[in-house]
């Protein structure tokens, strides 16, 4: 079975940065996206970047946009997250997902819902004090 591990949450103060990253393991598809969401105290989860296999394009929601890039590394089947200038408000449980098949390799992008991923990672606590 597919497996997503996270890792690389932890406690850093505003302004600091954090590099997530997501290790998947029996992952042999061709055709496939790969994002992050999160999920703060009180609030719903949010989508906030994704990468496509297709064609490399990659999207971010607002909130990160210009702070955070998605990246992946294939020969060590990992997807990484880099987030820079982090602020409280990015504090979170943050958690990978994969979306497999040609759709999602070429039309997924940030609007795209939780529901629309086919495996998760366990989630990793990003918590930003200020």
């Known amino acids: 079975d597919v497996q997503l591990q996270a890792s690389g949450g932890g406690l850093v103060q505003a302004g600091g940065s954090l590099r997530l990253s997501c290790t998947a393991s029996?992952?042999?598809?061709?055709?496939?996206?790969i994002g992050w969401f999160r999920r703060a105290p009180g609030k719903e989860r949010e989508h906030i970047a994704c990468?496509?296999?297709?064609?490399?394009?990659?999207f971010y929601a607002d909130s990160v946009k210009g702070r955070f890039t998605i990246s992946s590394d294939s020969a060590k089947n990992t997807l990484n997250l880099q987030m820079n200038n982090l602020e409280p408000g990015d504090t979170a449980v943050y958690y990978c997902?994969?979306?497999?098949?040609?759709?999602?390799?070429?039309?997924?992008?940030?609007?795209?819902?939780?529901?629309?991923?086919?495996?998760w990672g366990q989630g990793t606590l990003v918590t930003v004090s200020s």
């Open positions: 997902a994969a979306a497999i098949g040609l759709w999602a390799s070429i039309r997924l992008d940030i609007t795209a819902r939780p529901s629309d991923y086919d495996y």
């Open positions: 990468m496509r296999s297709g064609d490399g394009s990659t």
């Open positions: 029996e992952f042999t598809f061709s055709d496939y996206a």
